[in-house]
């Protein structure tokens, strides 16, 4: 069973940086579409940024996130990082990277598999 696993959330001050891992052990993530979802408590799961199966990268950012935060594929390491500098505190929530075998999209109900979520918390 494909199970995605993220590392790398914390506790950060506000302007700080973090970069968040997802693995896919077993499987070859770059045969998978990846996204980073965040779901605040009694919130909806929304997209923050995504990335293709395809060599083509095509990427996605939510607006509240493009220029602070990238997302890339390490094929020799069989990991997708999410990238987050300059945060703030409204960042703070739990992040979810979730997987699905080719495409890409920007809705949960797309991704098939679900990591376990790492938590974010920006604060002074």
């Known amino acids: 069973q494909v199970q995605p ?6 506790l950060v001050q506000p302007g700080g940086s973090l970069r968040l891992s997802c693995a896919l052990p077993g499987f070859t993530l770059e045969h998978y579409a990846i996204g980073w979802f965040r779901q605040a408590p009694g919130k909806e799961r929304e997209a923050v940024s995504c990335i293709s199966s395809s060599s083509d990268g095509n ?11 990238t997302i890339s594929r390490d094929n020799a390491k069989n990991t997708v990082y999410l990238e987050m500098i300059s945060l703030k505190p409204e960042d703070t929530d739990v992040y979810y990277c979730a997987a699905e075998i080719s495409g890409i999209a920007t809705t949960a109900t797309f991704y098939d598999y679900w990591g376990q979520g790492t938590q974010v ?4």
């Open 59 to 69: 990427t996605y950012y939510v607006d509240s996130v493009r220029g602070r935060f």
């Open 5 to 10: 696993v993220e590392s790398g959330g914390g």
């Open 121 to 124: 918390t920006v604060s002074s």
